[in-house]
T-cell receptor
Framework: EDQVTQSPEALRLQEGESSSLNCSYT??????LFWYRQDPGKGPEFLFT???AGEEKEKERLKATLTKKESFLHITAPKPEDSATYLC???????????FGEGTQLTVNP | DGGITQSPKYLFRKEGQNVTLSCEQN?????MYWYRQDPGQGLRLIYY???????QKGDIAEGYSVSREKKESFPLTVTSAQKNPTAFYLC???????????FGPGTRLTVT
């Protein structure tokens, strides 16, 4: 059974204070790892897909990296508008379904 | 604009009533999904469909039903058998070869 664990559950940063969110996974054969951003009361917004260890993707202040056991979402010089819940999911080959972690709630204070 | 629409945004029902949530996509995606999200929790898969006229139970299918008569549409019925139906419901779709799921805006269902 595929499993995803995200840490920390919540993270509070000052504007400009860089940090990382962690996504640890257990999957029989990784076919993709996905990062999403979710604002309160809205549907998740797709950010990145990573397919193999060593792969990196960037978008504005966000950079996602992948190893064989975990993924990191690095946030460089965050702004208050980066405040959201960040979700990680894996596809391990069970049809087309994904397994989601419970998310990290990020708050960036001005 | 391509995307996924869910309606209504807010829905209120009395206990004992069935209710159907709408999900439509114009992304030409083969697969569609329904999730439930409770406060402070992750997404739990209710049902998914990889092709028209076929669907599979997810992790929490009891008390729910779906149909997939058209590629664009995947309605979810919350039946009176669902013991705790109040939640935020999310619909998503994906291409079968990439598995990147794209989500609709969600429907918040309140049953009293």
């Amino acid at each position: 059974e595929d499993q995803v664990t995200q840490s920390p559950e919540a993270l509070r940063l000052q504007e400009g204070e860089s940090s990382s969110l962690n996504c640890s996974y257990t999957v029989s054969g990784l076919r993709g790892l996905f990062w999403y951003r979710q604002d309160p009361g809205k549907g998740p917004e797709f950010l990145f897909t990573l397919y193999s260890a060593g792969e990196e993707k960037e978008k504005e202040r966000l950079k996602a990296t992948l190893t064989k056991k975990e993924s990191f979402l690095h946030i460089t010089a965050p702004k208050p508008e980066d405040s959201a819940t960040y979700l990680c999911a894996v596809h391990g080959g069970s049809g087309s379904r994904l397994t989601f972690g419970e998310g990290t709630q990020l708050t960036v204070n001005p | 604009d391509g995307g996924i629409t869910q309606s209504p945004k807010y829905l209120f029902r009395k206990e004992g009533q069935n209710v159907t949530l709408s999900c439509e996509q114009n992304l030409n995606h083969d697969a569609m999904y329904w999730y439930r999200q409770d406060p402070g929790q992750g997404l739990r898969l209710i049902y998914y469909s990889q092709i028209v006229n076929d669907f599979q139970k997810g992790d929490i299918a009891e008390g729910y039903s779906v149909s997939r008569e058209k590629k664009e549409s995947f309605p979810l019925t919350v039946t009176s058998a669902q013991k705790n139906p109040t939640a935020f419901y999310l619909c998503a779709s994906s291409q079968r070869d990439t598995y990147e799921q794209y989500f609709g805006p969600g429907t918040r269902l309140t049953v009293t």
